[in-house]
């Protein structure tokens, strides 16, 4: 008997993979240049850049703001990534943990046992994840189905604006900001609909 | 009138009317359990019973193919709420987000009733400390926003402790927020329908209801569908649709080949009769025998099969014969018009091929396939009311003056050929020698063991119903453990003590995974004792405080965990009905019921699909892992190795019937005949024809089943009558009535041959394999019956008809 509980979003094929990008540092925000609604041409020009990259590894730094918590989280380590759906995080900082996700099954060691999450299974995790990914992979249709999109500046410093356009979706994230320089993702910023925060920013190392 | 001819036509008349009575008033049942053996043992018979009345016989597989995600997403969903409006169904499932929130909020809900990890230790100071330290973890992973958002209600991690050991690997994937194959191009739904899988009509109804609601859910996209790629397509499988397809396959093939015998044997009587009257009068017989048999077999087995009444043709074959002997042997008298007066040894013969051919269908009479005790009940009678109406109401029928062509010319013609085309003896004996060889080379593999072989269900729509069950998540029973007990409580009991035993051979890599119902539904036992296990508010309050000192967590953070945890400490018990609404009502359904006085649980395995392994389940180990339980109370099945074992010993049952079959034949003709080189010559030929068709079978790579071996019993009854008359003619050494005999068996056999050649075009197993054995085998039995005669009678019997024409 089927009692799964199914994926709510559109992941065919899927997790599409995650791509730590080449690039420096974190970009300055570009206070004051408002391009709404997306420059065609540059988000098309961004998406097949993006598409080509199939391997990569990269340090992150994430801090996450969190109401529940007395001080922000801060957790640091590498990410891995090979071509079509494996992606690695591996935690360093504060305390060694790792999770592989692969064909929409999160497998992850905590605390030292294994604990394996079928993602579809919750839907909660879907819209950060499914944003990156998709944007890693130039899949702008996946996007646009999923949120209202703003992309502002051009291919040399970049910023993707999601808006979720799924209430189910709104109800727990606000917007996702995504930047980077060419092909490289440097930062994720997700900001939740309840006012807690997480900024993770990428260092590609190769 | 003659008062005896009176009395017979009166009897007849009345018998007749009856029978049509009995036939008008009986029940037909038109389902498959014709064919499906009765299970010898109560487990068995549980779980046959389970296969076909409980919930999976009820479940609809739903494909919907072509165009595109979205618009099949669409049709999923108009599909789902279009039979959700109507009554026919129980449950319609599409795995929409809707339904998964419910699923999710249930399980949310419910995390300490369902949760594994609920124990005394686990909401101790030490124990909320590792469990809610491992949250925190988790919070820096990718799965962090869920775990945050879990944090203060669920920070102990239950929810996911439930979702963990909900067997997902068989889950179906998502597309567009419906269930949809692994590669996204096929949108899946699973329809319950209200009528029970043996309900072949409410089936049929449901069926039909699902196709308009497709046609009309995809009609909008249907007009838009040009430019979308290939227009929608349904697709639809489960026992339903074998069922119903089936039983329309049946009935369509019955029907036809009905028909298309009766032309042909009708065409060929005309043909040689030359007189409609005639014609008529010999199928006389042959109606009544039909009428009777039906009237029998509604009398004695109480319900009439479909494939009962499509097997009439067999009887059509071999009754007509008795009409033809009797016309056709009789002396014409003066110029081809004659006065019926058939010899009394004609009747002798005919007699004793009754009896013959009753001996060898009496042997299907015990059969464990009930179509098969049918089918055995309407022949005997059918025969014996068949060749009563040719004795005794027949002759009282003919017209003063009935035209019967003579047919001696043909039958002289006929051992004209005969006794030119000589075999010597020796070279039947290398014939038989030969196929005896055949058949023992290929003594491995003779038979086919597979039950499937006689289903009537197409490989294609076999392997179509494996895909979408597959993608479907939907439970495979080829492994099955089957727990019984006296009510639901101790079911569940025993299905948690069992699930976990099968744990660890999971563990082990020798299953991959199992269902289990008493994941969704605990036994109240253990929902007691999980509840149990939760401090009171004060309390956890109190260890809160302890866990959590050294923790980043801030103040407060964890009040609703404590405000839940005190509600779920006195919340109801968890029953079926609190599932209601939910997917796993129907996991439960499925998988735990009530029959009689005794409670059943069902767990399907799941094969470990993993690196190096087969895919196949070791039910020896499965076993050795359950060894503790009573095997009265958890029983672990392979069902196709269940299911061949039985066949197995219908196969042996059915060698052994018809053996014995073989053996009263035998015996019959010995005590009539008291000679046994006259029961060697009627013995032969038959025994000769079996062989050589067998061997035929066997050599072109033909397993044989169940239904051929019926068949070859078939061949020993219908040729006996040839063999029978040749016996006749030879111990009376008359080679002036030869012709005529030789000419009636060449008819006989002729209407035998296309009766069941027409059967071999049926594309149900069980007909095709018994006709494609008795058409060549009657052939055979009446050429070698011929030729085993000595020449110098039949070169008498061409040169009487010389003399007579001169």
Known sequence: ?206 | MKPARALALGVWLLAMALAALIVARARYSADLSAFLPRAPSAAQQVLVDQLQNGLAARLILIGIDGADSVLRARISNELKARLEAQGAFLAVSNGDAQSADRDRQFVFEHRYELSPAVTAERFSVEGLRAAISASLDLINSPAGLFAQSMLRSDPTGETVQVMEQLDTDAAPHTAQGVWSSADGQRALLLAETRALGSDTDGQAEALARIRSAFAAASAPMRQGAGSSGAAPRLLLSGPAVFAVNARSTIEGEATRLALLSTTLIVALLLLVYRSPTTLLLGLLPVVSGALAGVAGVALGAGVVHGVTLGFGITLIGESVDYSIYLFVQSRPGGLGRLRLQAPRRLWQTIGLGMLTSVCGFASLLPSSFPGLAQLGLYSITGLIVAAAVTRLVLPQLLPQRLYIRDLTPWGAAAARLLSRWRVPTFIFALIGLLCIAVLWEHRATLWNRDLSALSPVSAAAQALDAQLRGELGAPDISNLIVISGPDQESVLQRAQIVGQQLDRLVADGVIGGYENPARYLPSLALQAARRASLPDAATLRQRLAAATAQLPLREGTLEEFATQVAAARSAPALTRGTLEHTSMALAVDALLWQQGQQWHALLPLRANLGAGRSGDIDIMRVRAGLASNGTDTVLALNMKQESDALYDSYLREAGHLALAGFAAIVLLLSIVLRSAVRVARVIAPLALAVLVVSALMVGNGVQLTILHLIGLLLIVAVGSNYALFFDRRLADRDSAELPLTLASLLIANACTVLGFGVLALARVPVLSALGSTVAPGALLALWFAALLMPPALLMDAARVEAQQRA
């Open chain 1, 1 to 206: 008997m089927s009692r799964s509980m199914p994926r709510r979003l559109d992941r065919r094929g899927g997790w599409r993979g995650w791509a730590p990008q080449a690039g420096v540092a974190v970009l300055a925000m570009l206070w004051g240049l408002t391009v709404t609604a997306a420059d065609a041409s540059g988000l098309d020009e961004l998406m097949a850049l993006l598409a080509q990259r199939k391997h990569g590894v990269a340090s992150f730094e994430q801090n996450q703001f969190l109401s529940v918590l007395k001080r922000p989280a801060h957790s640091s380590g590498t990410l891995t990534y090979d071509a079509p759906d494996h992606l690695e995080q591996r935690t360093l900082e504060p305390r060694a943990q790792s999770a592989v996700l692969d064909h929409g099954v999160l497998t992850m060691q905590v605390g030292g046992h294994e604990r394996q999450l079928r993602l579809q299974d919750y839907p909660q995790l879907a819209p950060m994840l499914d944003s990156i990914l998709a944007t890693l992979a130039g899949d702008r249709g996946t996007l646009e189905r999923l949120f209202r999109l703003e992309f502002e500046g051009d291919l040399a410093h970049w910023r993707l604006l999601m808006r979720p356009l799924d209430t189910g979706l709104a109800a727990h994230v606000a917007s996702i900001r995504v930047s980077g320089e060419r092909d490289a993702v440097l930062e994720v910023e997700v900001q939740q609909a309840d006012g807690d925060r997480s900024v993770m920013s990428i260092t590609p190392r190769e």
